[in-house]
């Protein structure tokens, strides 16, 4: 059975910092590409970033560009997404998603976990 499951969501102050942690169990994670996405209140859910399958390719949101890094580590089953210098605009549910191999937009994700809460506030 697949499964993501997200962590690391909290309340921070802006320009705090968060890291979030996509843990997958259920499948070989050197075969999927992992996506973060989030939706605030009244929003569409937007790409924030990717990482393939085997970390060679990044891509990021121009939002968050030079304040997000996304990495991997695929000995422990576990993306990551280290949110830097984070803004009230951050502020959203969180999602990671899986799909095979390589990065892409606009196209079916074929995992998703059920997503934390993270919330920028002074």
């Known amino acids: 059975q697949v499964q993501l499951v997200e962590s690391g969501g909290g309340l921070v102050q802006p320009g705090g910092s968060l890291r979030l942690s996509c843990a997958a169990s259920?499948?070989?994670?050197?075969?999927?590409?992992v996506g973060w996405f989030r939706q605030a209140p009244g929003k569409e859910r937007e790409g924030v970033s990717c990482?393939?399958?085997?970390?060679?390719?990044?891509y990021y949101a121009d939002s968050v560009k030079g304040r997000f890094l996304v990495s991997r580590d695929n000995a422990k089953n576990t993306v990551y997404l280290q949110m830097n210098s984070l803004k009230p605009e951050d502020t959203a549910v969180y999602y990671c998603?899986?799909?095979?191999?390589?990065?892409?937009?606009?196209?079916?994700?074929?995992?998703w976990g059920q997503g934390t809460q993270v919330t920028v506030s002074s």
């Open positions: 998603a899986a799909r095979p191999f390589m990065c892409a937009w606009n196209v079916r994700w074929d995992y």
């Open positions: 259920g499948f070989t994670p050197d075969h999927y590409a």
């Open positions: 990482i393939s399958s085997r970390g060679t390719d990044t």
